[in-house]
T-cell receptor, first 115, second 114 residues
Framework: NAGVMQNPRHLVRRRGQEARLRCSPM?????VYWYRQLPEEGLKFMVY????????ESGMPKERFSAEFPKEGPSILRIQQVVRGDSAAYFC?????????????FGPGTRLTVL | DQQVKQNSPSLSVQEGRISILNCDYT??????FLWYKKYPAEGPTFLIS?????DKNEDGRFTVFLNKSAKHLSLHIVPSQPGDSAVYFC?????????????FGKGTLLTVNP
């Protein structure tokens, strides 16, 4: 059973470009979470999605960031017009449900560098 | 505003000895706590958790202690092994409401020397 998959693992963008980060949850998991880890910081919650629904996006910056989890295919975190402050590791996690005892399984992360 | 604090950025211990990693929290709504372990270039891996109705949870070499009155928890690893060398994150959640939203500390880098 493959774990949570994220691609690309490393992404380099110039200021003003768009970044698309993909996450495929574990088989059987329909709940996806995105977290961001800035340098020297802990992971911070960004958004929680179920298939075709954004459940909680309270941690997402108000502008330039969007997320989706379509009926088919991976979840996508999209950052438009990237700035240097967007450089971070972005982790996706998935779970089979939202009971607190349902462990969130994390992917290896995408390291975004904005030049 | 950091609600989960890990005040020691790093810890070094000798193989076979006990490792004690500490975590403090400020939000009294937190009632479920988790420890994650992270190797470089990998995502965090769940290690052990504890609910606020308990003050101790043990799983093999790993034990988590919770002191609710002090809003403090600690992870004990005994005996420590070189393979335990990693960054350890403390995380907290609230059962009511958004219980999926984990709040992480900044992590403690544990180095276990052979």
């Amino acid at each position: 059973n493959a774990g949570v998959m994220q691609n690309p693992r490393h992404l380099v963008r110039r200021r003003g470009q768009e970044a698309r980060l993909r996450c495929s949850p574990m088989k059987g998991h329909s709940h996806v979470y995105w977290y961001r880890q800035l340098p020297e910081e802990g992971l911070k919650f960004m958004v929680y999605l179920q298939k075709e629904n954004i459940i909680d996006e309270s941690g997402m910056p108000k502008e330039r960031f969007s997320a989706e989890f379509p009926k088919e295919g991976p979840s996508i975190l999209r950052i438009q017009q990237v700035v240097r402050g967007d450089s971070a590791a972005y982790f996706c996690a998935s779970s089979p449900g939202t009971r607190i005892s349902n462990e969130q399984f994390f992917g290896p992360g995408t390291r975004l560098t904005v030049l | 505003d950091q609600q989960v604090k890990q005040n020691s950025p790093s810890l070094s211990v000798q193989e076979g000895r006990i490792s004690i990693l500490n975590c403090d929290y400020t939000n009294s709504m937190f009632d479920y706590f988790l420890w994650y372990k992270k190797y470089p270039a990998e995502g965090p891996t769940f290690l052990i958790s504890i609910s606020s109705i308990k003050d101790k949870n043990e799983d093999g070499r790993f034990t988590v202690f919770l002191n609710k009155s002090a809003k403090h928890l600690s992870l004990h690893i005994v005996p420590s092994q070189p393979g335990d060398s990693a960054v350890y994150f403390c995380a907290a959640a609230s059962r009511g409401g958004s219980n999926y939203k984990l709040t992480f500390g900044k992590g403690t880098l544990l180095t276990v020397n052979p």
